[in-house]
């Protein structure tokens, strides 16, 4: 059974950080091209960064040069490090497997004063 867990969400002021963790089960988890999303309320669903299994990776151009995404094969888990948070970084972050197209549950990131 495919699990993704997201963590490491929480409340934080405009220019700080947060790294956020997905810890992956059931997958081949070191073939995988894995990624981030977020949804803001009332928008759609976009992708933020993703990460293949050569470490090669792609940003939204909101995020670049402040987003970083990572990969621990050997604990099959994915990160993304997020500094100089703005307020319109505000959304719900997902996991996701590209391969497999499982979703985690989500973890919520707020940037506010």
């Known amino acids: 059974q495919v699990q993704l867990v997201e963590s490491g969400g929480g409340l934080v002021q405009p220019g700080g950080s947060l790294r956020l963790s997905c810890a992956a089960s059931?997958?081949?988890?070191?073939?995988?091209?894995l990624a981030w999303y977020r949804q803001a309320p009332g928008k759609q669903r976009e992708l933020v960064a993703s990460?293949?299994?050569?470490?090669?990776?792609n940003y939204a151009d909101s995020v670049k040069g402040r987003f970083t995404i990572s990969r621990d094969n050997a604990k099959n888990t994915m990160y993304l490090q997020m500094n100089s948070l703005k307020p319109e970084d505000t959304a719900v972050y997902y996991c996701?497997?590209?391969?497999?197209?499982?979703w985690g549950q989500g973890t919520q990131v707020t940037v506010s004063s």
């Open positions: 059931g997958i081949m988890f070191r073939v995988s091209t």
């Open positions: 990460i293949r299994p050569s470490q090669s990776t």
């Open positions: 996701n497997d590209m391969i497999m197209g499982s």
